[in-house]
């Protein structure tokens, strides 16, 4: 399947050995290659500078998780209505709560999730931070520090909403669509 993208999709064979790899980790681990690695790796440079920063960002500490991390994704994504990272994070964020329902609350809208004040204060923030960066100010980092969130965990909220709100804009510039493996990945059976 064609990644959507308006550029053509990066040629695996024709990638380095290290892109090759982490294609086939993907495919190993998901069953199928993410469309934003095909479409993002035509430029394969900047592909890998973008997949190793997000590796670093996205990994989970002892005081903001992978549940955290893919809430910053997709409150972020929703606001800018990036499907594919709407689709793709949804799924992640499923899998990290192993709750489906409360995941997809959060996706479409965190307001009616079952949250801690802790991340909703994270919530909030992102929210604001997405939609109106230039209002930013210190009573907002204020907030999130009442609400139990230490300077690295900040700064981590910092960075994983700007990574998210740079990749929206790629994907959704570039007419990347999700992978439909996505869809059903980390759901339950379906209600009879």
Known sequence: MSSGSYFPDAEVDELSPQLQKLFGKASEQLGFVPNVFTAYAHRPERFSAWFNHFRLVTEPSETLSGADREMIAVVASGINRCTYCLVSHGQALRHELHDEANADRITFNWRHADLSDRQRAICVFVEKLTSTPATVERSDVDALEAAGLGP???WDVV????????????SSALGIVPNAEYHSLDRGPAAG
């Open 159 to 170: 960075e994983l909403t700007a990574m998210y709100n740079f990749t929206n804009r790629i």
């Open 152 to 154: 690295d965990d900040i």
